[in-house]
């Protein structure tokens, strides 16, 4: 397979056909990653090694945040699911939109049109979002399954046994949730391509991997890091924008934070429409190169040419 033909025929797509620029802001919703929360327990006892002025604004929040009622906490908890699964689905349109665009960009001369990628992009909609969401639920099942035990374990040794179990994460379970996440990728680029169900498409995208083992691993790691380190460079501004609030932290000076954090919000909100076009533009072109690949290594030989099938209006139920 041809690499550096499939990246450049990726970026001539991405470039030419802006239009997936809107599908690639859509799917990159649902690629961000969310800190994780703590459950430690908030009182004035843990920021007695704070300054004086921050013990007492933490005390004020944390007792206000005791006295909200519970059906506000619930409204919010509503609010926020709902508000993710909105995102979601968004990002599901955007990821069926650019496998459904880069197709009709193989076969067209002009140039790509929203309506009609979005058009072609509807009949595959609920598929993908069904079997994205069950996959995401079967795999969490599973990591719930795989790591109870160890902590289990873990427990009963006082954390011997975790240490041992460090070499098996990186030798066993980093490498196959690597290969997971490759296979559920293809998989839906082979529901979409191939008018296929969900569970024959997992098997064809499994069929297409274990055939082409090199080419699928080479061009993962070309896109990983080749993305990682623009991903990078594109996030160096929101990272810069939010240094105002850290030099009032480091020296003391209490009484410019409020002015440093207002200074903070300004930069993100005026950084964040280029940050979100710029991760648009990556994961449009990670997108059509994971297509263009998926589409070389599932036809024959013989078949080379750009052209793939026509779509069909109607697809077959799950």
């Given at each position: 397979?041809?690499?550096?033909?499939?990246?450049?025929?990726?970026?001539?797509?991405?470039?030419?056909?802006?239009?997936?620029?809107?599908?690639?802001?859509?799917?990159?919703?649902?690629?961000?990653?969310?800190?994780?929360?703590?459950?430690?327990?908030?009182?004035?006892?843990?920021?007695?090694?704070?300054?004086?002025?921050?013990?007492?604004?933490?005390?004020?929040?944390?007792?206000?945040?005791?006295?909200?009622?519970?059906?506000?906490?619930?409204?919010?908890?509503?609010?926020?699911?709902?508000?993710?699964?909105?995102?979601?689905?968004?990002?599901?349109?955007?990821?069926?939109?650019?496998?459904?665009?880069?197709?009709?960009?193989?076969?067209?001369?002009?140039?790509?049109?929203?309506?009609?990628?979005?058009?072609?992009?509807?009949?595959?909609?609920?598929?993908?979002?069904?079997?994205?969401?069950l996959a995401g639920l079967a795999i969490a099942l599973m990591i719930v399954l795989l790591v109870a035990p160890l902590v289990g374990l873990g427990i009963l040794t006082d954390g011997i046994a975790l240490i041992f179990m460090i070499p098996?994460?990186?030798?066993?379970?980093?490498?196959?949730?690597?290969?997971?996440?490759?296979?559920?990728?293809?998989?839906?680029?082979?529901?979409?391509?191939?008018?296929?169900?969900?569970?024959?498409g997992l098997a064809r995208a499994w069929l297409v991997v274990r055939k082409n083992p090199g080419p699928v691993a080479v061009m993962a790691i070309i896109l990983a890091v080749g993305g990682g380190i623009v991903g990078f460079i594109i996030?160096?501004?929101?990272?810069?924008?939010?240094?105002?609030?850290?030099?009032?932290?480091?020296?003391?000076?209490?009484?410019?934070?409020?002015?440093?954090?207002?200074?903070?919000?300004?930069?993100?909100?005026?950084?964040?429409?280029?940050?979100?076009?710029?991760?648009?533009?990556?994961?449009?072109?990670?997108?059509?190169?994971?297509?263009?690949?998926?589409?070389?290594?599932?036809?024959?030989?013989?078949?080379?040419?750009?052209?793939?099938?026509?779509?069909?209006?109607?697809?077959?139920?799950?």
């Open positions: 397979m041809n690499f550096s033909e499939i990246l450049t025929q990726a970026w001539k797509i991405t470039w030419k056909h802006k239009v997936l620029w809107i599908f690639g802001i859509l799917a990159s919703l649902g690629q961000g990653g969310g800190g994780g929360s703590s459950n430690s327990r908030v009182d004035g006892s843990n920021y007695t090694d704070l300054p004086t002025e921050w013990t007492h604004t933490f005390t004020q929040a944390s007792n206000y945040l005791s006295q909200v009622d519970w059906w506000i906490w619930m409204l919010v908890a509503i609010v926020f699911i709902v508000l993710c699964f909105v995102l979601y689905g968004l990002s599901t349109l955007g990821e069926v939109g650019l496998i459904t665009g880069t197709q009709q960009a193989e076969k067209i001369e002009g140039k790509l049109q929203f309506n009609t990628v979005f058009r072609m992009s509807q009949p595959y909609f609920w598929r993908i979002f069904a079997f994205n969401l098996l994460a990186c030798v066993v379970i980093l490498p196959g949730s690597i290969i997971l996440g490759i296979v559920m990728r293809q998989a839906v680029i082979a529901m979409v391509t191939e008018n296929l169900g969900m569970l024959p996030a160096i501004p929101a990272v810069l924008a939010v240094t105002p609030i850290m030099v009032p932290l480091f020296t003391g000076s209490t009484d410019m934070l409020v002015q440093a954090i207002l200074v903070s919000v300004a930069l993100i909100c005026a950084y964040s429409p280029i940050l979100l076009l710029a991760s648009g533009i990556l994961t449009a072109f990670t997108s059509v190169a994971w297509v263009l690949t998926y589409l070389r290594l599932s036809r024959p030989a013989a078949d080379q040419t750009p052209a793939v099938a026509v779509l069909s209006e109607t697809p077959p139920g799950i």
